[in-house]
């Protein structure tokens, strides 16, 4: 049975792999056809450029490692240091092959619950994670929004442009206070198990509001955070050495981010939704478009790659060991569907015990 699903989830990783090289084969192709220059730029990129954007993109994935590590892995529930990679890589992984990034919470919960992490602890710290992750983004939106549109940072781009990434900060923030407002409503007697268990969810974000404040008093997490922002798009900086070209640092940061919208469309790894976003933003701005073309296509590919590459290593690692873990634990889940199985059996107990109230 194991053997079984093993199998099945190791032909649909591929399955996924293939799809992503597809569409990204396609978008390559699209744009050498259609954009004049991208082609010859390809041609000419320097290999020691390329080679230093790699290394950036490698050096963000071990920020991540280090993000992951610092918030999950706190007493009572420590992670190993090797476990805590496997996941991190391999939450990397996961964005990277499937629509919308939604792999890689599948690869968290699964890895961090087989370890014997409870839901709530789970949740709360993945709350935590989420708004350190994200805090490097929303102070460059502000900086770069302020800066661009009040012409008090080199280069150019249209005022909506600049305050867009400032926007997506306020609306996510407004999102997170409506949340944690109903959250702080609790569940009553009259609730239906559905919407007990949703309100019950929503009751750990405040939690994880007051985790990520004590979190902010290190220094490692925000380190972690950081790494991971400047040394992805610090990749994109290199591709764009790599094929000639040095366009006003601001622009290509406020490109790269907006661009990142283009992970939240069902596509895998975002591919087909990130570039267009990207060129979009570099052209508005006055960057010659075969070059933007080029310097895309580079990093996107040292970027999917390194990250598909060390993510699919990590879950094959993770997934061996769990393996073992559990034949040596005989009785204890492991993988999605038992996992699955879990929750649904966790939701009918929490449904019985509100009737019997």
């Known amino acids: 049975m194991d053997s079984d699903q093993n199998g099945r989830s ?64 706190r007493a009572p529930w420590l992670v190993r240091l090797r476990r805590g990679a496997q996941i991190a890589l391999g939450e990397l992984g996961a964005f990277a092959i499937t629509p919308t990034g939604l792999g890689g919470p599948a690869v968290r919960v699964w890895g961090l619950r087989a370890g014997g992490m409870p839901w709530r602890v789970l949740i709360v710290r993945s709350i935590s994670h989420g708004a350190i992750f994200n805090l490097p983004y929303a102070v460059a939106a502000v900086v770069l929004g302020a800066g661009v549109s009040l012409e008090l940072l080199p280069g150019h781009a249209p005022v909506l442009t600049a305050l867009a990434p400032l926007a997506l900060v ?27 268990w949703v309100l019950s969810a929503l009751g750990t974000i405040p939690e994880g509001i007051a985790d990520f404040l004590v979190l902010m008093r290190r220094r490692r997490p925000l380190l972690g955070a950081i790494g991971w922002w400047a040394g992805d798009c610090a990749a994109l900086w290199a591709a764009f050495q790599a094929v000639g070209g040095r366009p006003a640092l601001s622009v290509l940061i406020l490109a790269y981010m907006l ?99």
């Open 259 to 357: 661009g990142q919208l283009g992970n939240t469309l069902p596509l895998p790894g975002g591919v087909g939704g990130v570039e267009p976003l990207m060129l979009g933003i570099f052209s508005a701005s006055g960057v010659n478009l075969g070059l933007a073309a080029a310097a895309v296509i580079c990093y996107r590919t040292i970027a999917l790659g390194t990250q598909g590459i060390l993510g699919s290593a990590a879950f094959v690692s993770l997934a061996s060991d769990l393996r073992r873990e559990r034949r040596s634990r005989p009785g204890s889940a492991e993988g999605p569907l038992s996992l699955r199985r879990e929750v649904l059996r966790e939701r009918r107990q929490a449904g019985a015990g509100a009737s019997e109230t």
């Open 170 to 196: 306020v609306a996510a923030c407004a999102l997170y206070g409506a949340a944690a407002w109903f959250g702080r409503r609790g569940s009553s007697s009259g609730d239906s198990p559905r919407r007990g």
């Open 10 to 73: 190791g032909r649909r990783t591929l399955v996924r792999v293939a799809l992503t090289v597809a569409l990204f084969g396609v978008v390559v192709f699209a744009v050498d056809q259609l954009v004049p220059g991208a082609r010859h730029r390809l041609a000419q990129a320097s290999p020691g450029w390329l080679a230093v954007a790699a290394g950036l993109e490698l050096l963000a994935c071990a920020g991540y490692v280090l993000l992951f590590q610092t918030v999950f892995s």
